[in-house]
């Protein structure tokens, strides 16, 4: 039976941009990429490096359809994209532009921040999942039922700012059994930790977490 999805009152979505560019993050790290950022977010972590994606006015509209003609036009020879923001689960109306990619067999991933259920999302799409920790003020908000609507092809970040946030992912990755439902990735606060210092860290405790470093920023891309 097909899982009904949230009806949008209007097929139109705030963007905070949108733009091509090197995947920086996540399981599709290196690939060119689609990224639509919508606008609007309900938390507001400390080390936040979208801020502009979530206070003032500072965005415009775009229907879904419009949406799908610029990567059309412009991106269309590669079928990765990404949704992300703010908070994307926010604008009902990426339902069907999500639906829409998938119809033109994109590759579609979403970053979220762990606060909103993903229960509607599409089975199809590859969910990238902080689980904020203590550093980022917002870990009261973590939504810990998400991690049974994740597969072996989904991704919990933890961002990493200090030995504190470090200590609690292990916790959380024992006593939610993280590493036999997803993939688990810990990515260093940019300048605040050195990723070197996190691959240490790693390294002593042997579990296959994957680090991940913004390779966007270390090339001085968007």
């Not at 203590?134 to 970040?157: H, R, T």
Request: aromatic share 12%.
């Amino acid at each position: 039976m097909r899982q009904k999805r949230p009806v949008p009152p209007t097929l139109n979505l705030k963007l905070s941009e949108n733009f091509f560019s090197i995947q920086g993050e996540g399981p599709f790290s290196g690939y060119p990429t689609f990224f639509v950022r919508l606008y609007g977010c309900n938390l507001k972590c400390l080390w936040c490096d979208t801020l502009y994606a979530r206070e003032g006015d500072r965005y415009y509209t775009l229907n879904v359809n419009e949406i799908i003609e610029i990567w059309e036009k412009n991106y269309s020879l590669s079928p990765y994209i990404t949704i992300t923001g703010g908070e994307p689960l926010l604008q009902t109306a990426i339902y069907p532009l999500i639906e829409k990619f998938l119809a033109k067999k994109c590759i579609v991933s979403i970053e979220t921040n762990g606060s909103l259920s993903l229960k509607d999302l599409p089975s199809q799409v590859v969910k990238v999942v902080d689980l904020k920790t203590p550093s980022s003020g917002m870990a009261e908000y973590n939504l810990y039922e998400n991690i049974s609507f994740l597969n072996s092809k989904d991704v919990i970040k933890f961002v990493i700012q200090d030995r504190k946030d470090f200590e609690f992912a292990l916790k959380k990755i024992k006593d939610l059994d993280l590493l036999s439902k997803t993939q688990v990735f810990f990515s260093p606060v940019f300048e605040k930790l050195s990723p070197k210092e996190l691959a240490k860290w790693i390294l002593e405790i042997k579990l296959p977490i994957r680090l991940q470093v913004q390779l966007h920023k270390l090339l001085d891309l968007k």
